[in-house]
């Protein structure tokens, strides 16, 4: 899955004494990645910063295909170096290779923590990276933050040969997709289903089963996608959340989302699934 660890990945946190030349280096400044401008945009080695003279923290991430990966961020006011841009990680999808994709999705969430945690969030203290794990500790109070991830469900329901799909108004034009949303304290993902479900558009459903999951950098959501049959309830869409929710036809789908998608891998497996069995 698009965004999730690549197999020839070797995660690691102690950084080596002496970085290789050829070190893969994931540069950040703010939440843009530093990379060579060309057709193919490629992230810098080490060799590149060096020359480029650009440091700033640094953390290890592990290796991949035996070459050490770093993240590093850089001060909000960097410069963009001849020949380099910075770019949102969103504009590289299917312009750099997925498994380095992936690899800044995960830079990207480590750099984002170690920008957001510099101050202790209980006691204001500066904080200083925890030896041995990938922490940050405040050396007054004693507080760790470890990088935060958060749980999202994803579910699509199922009645019949029909599935129901919504679309959020900040979703392309006339682009339906799969319900999802945020796990909130004290629930499993089933229990959020459920109440997103009902929340959403208003009906109750069961038969609840695991799909996949997707780590999704934005900023650093685990999305965990399932399928549901419909089990009651009249279709009523919370104006607030959702534009517009309906049952589609798996023979006639609106608009659905881009195919590296974890939403429209759901729904692909679904109609596949149905279609064979009737
Ligand atoms: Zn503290």
Redesign the pocket.
């Known amino acids: 899955m698009l965004l999730n660890t690549p197999p020839e990945f070797q995660p690691g946190i102690a950084c080596p004494a002496d970085l290789a030349s050829e070190t893969l280096c994931f540069v950040w400044r703010d939440d843009m990645v530093l990379v060579r401008a060309a057709a193919s945009p490629a992230m810098p080695t080490f060799a590149d910063l060096m020359r480029l003279g650009l440091d700033g923290a640094r953390h290890y991430l592990g290796r991949y295909h035996g070459i050490d990966c770093i993240t590093l961020r850089v001060p909000t006011d960097a410069p963009e170096p001849e020949g380099w841009q910075w770019r949102g990680l969103r504009s590289l999808f299917l312009q750099v290779p997925d498994p380095l994709l992936a690899l800044a999705g995960r830079a990207f969430q480590i750099a984002e923590w170690d920008r957001s945690h510099q101050f ?6 500066p ?1 200083r990276d925890k030896a041995g794990e990938r922490g940050k500790e ?1 050396p ?4 760790v933050v470890y990088p935060r991830v958060s749980p999202a469900m994803m579910v699509l329901v199922t009645r019949g040969r029909e599935l129901l799909l919504a679309r959020a108004s900040r979703f392309p034009s006339g682009m339906y997709s799969a319900l999802a949303g945020f796990v909130e304290p004290g629930e499993s993902i089933e229990d959020c289903i459920h109440r997103e479900v009902r929340e959403e558009v208003g009906v109750e459903v069961a038969n609840l089963q695991y799909f996949a999951s997707q780590s999704w950098a934005f900023p650093h959501s685990l999305m965990i996608a399932y399928t549901a049959e419909y089990a009651g309830g009249e279709m009523r869409p919370c104006e607030d959340e959702i534009a517009d929710a309906q049952w589609f036809s798996i023979d006639a789908l609106p608009r659905l989302p881009v195919p590296v998608s974890i939403a429209r891998k759901l729904i692909d497996a679904t109609v596949a699934r149905l279609t064979a069995s009737t």
């Not at 202790?120 to 203290?125: A, D, L, N, S, V």
């Not at 007054?140 to 507080?143: A, W, Y």
């Open positions: 202790c969030g209980r006691c204001g203290t904080t405040c007054t109070c004693g507080h």
